[in-house]
């Protein structure tokens, strides 16, 4: 006999008002789980239940050590779970959600090659501009850029995100470049799905609301005019790294540049994550930093 004997016992009787279904989830007789509830019982010295034909409730003491029971078998549940999960390959349906440009050009074939490492898993993938409830849409993981509000979701950094201010060499030499945020009215600025731009200046964080004649939700779209020589653009490095290089593209405000912002992994608190959600997670911020 030990200390855990009958814990579960008394915590699934208090939880279900009974000794008979208690007996029935643990698949035991219900002299069983009374006997054993009994030398708990007589172990502490002390009685747990009031018992009558019908009804089973909690003393005092009783009341007082169902939580600390509840928490000792939390985490053992846990414990094992997580000892059990380090052999486990993904499996099963993993649900997530991701924004639409970048999931489809990043995120959606990496997850790809995932599946093809791990045929027994199943994907759902919700690609949306809106940030979904985690919890109540029952999403096992969430793909989020940039930065994040406070919440009890827990983040993991998968890669980083900088934003540049840019224009083609033709927009340039027809308009000249702004040298600081004071000129940039004076601009035509694409405005994509959010008309506030971010820079860093002397250590502080600044919003700046831009307008220009060319608005569009995309960042594909916004990329396009701006090869186009259109206007100036913000955008993600994603987008615009590659014509940086080429010099289809010229940055600018360098100096002004907002800090690295991160693309994220986004799930709800847990204390060991599934084999497929950590899988995941792994493939992604080993591929995406690649």
């Not at 993938?125 to 109540?136: A, G, P, S």
């Not at 919440?151 to 030499?173: D, K, Q």
């Amino acid at each position: 006999m030990t200390d855990w004997d009958g814990l579960e016992e008394f915590t699934l009787v208090a939880e279900t008002g009974r000794f008979s279904e208690a007996a029935r989830r643990m698949d035991v007789s219900s002299s069983h789980v009374s006997r054993q509830v009994a030398r708990l019982e007589e172990r502490l010295q002390t009685r747990l239940f009031y018992r009558s034909t019908r009804t089973v409730t909690l003393t005092e003491a009783g009341k007082l050590f169902l939580p600390h029971c509840q928490h000792l078998l939390d985490a053992r549940n846990e414990a094992l779970k997580a000892v059990r999960d380090l052999s486990s390959e993904p499996r099963g349906l993993l649900r997530m959600t991701c924004a639409v440009a970048y999931g489809e050009d990043f995120i959606m074939p990496r997850v790809n090659d995932f599946l093809e490492l791990y045929p027994q898993l199943r994907i759902e993938m919700t690609l949306t501009n809106q940030r979904l409830d985690l919890v109540q849409g029952s999403y096992d993981l969430a793909i989020r850029l940039g930065r994040l509000p406070d919440s009890s979701l827990v983040a993991t950094r998968l890669a980083p995100r900088r934003l540049y201010l840019c224009a083609a060499p033709g927009y340039i030499e027809r308009h000249g470049a702004p040298h600081s945020l004071s000129e940039l009215p004076r601009h035509n600025c694409l405005v994509g799905s959010d008309d506030h731009w971010s820079f860093r200046q002397n250590g502080r964080d600044l919003s700046v609301r831009v307008q220009g004649n060319w608005r569009c939700n995309s960042g594909r779209s916004v990329l396009e005019a701006a090869l186009r020589g259109i206007g100036l653009c913000q955008l993600p490095d994603y987008y615009v790294t590659e014509h940086l290089q080429s010099g289809a593209l010229r940055p600018l405000l360098t100096h002004l540049q907002p800090l690295d912002a991160g693309v994220w992994a986004v799930y709800p608190q847990q204390r060991h994550l599934s084999p497929k959600v950590r899988g995941l997670i792994d493939h992604l911020k080993e591929t995406l930093a690649g």
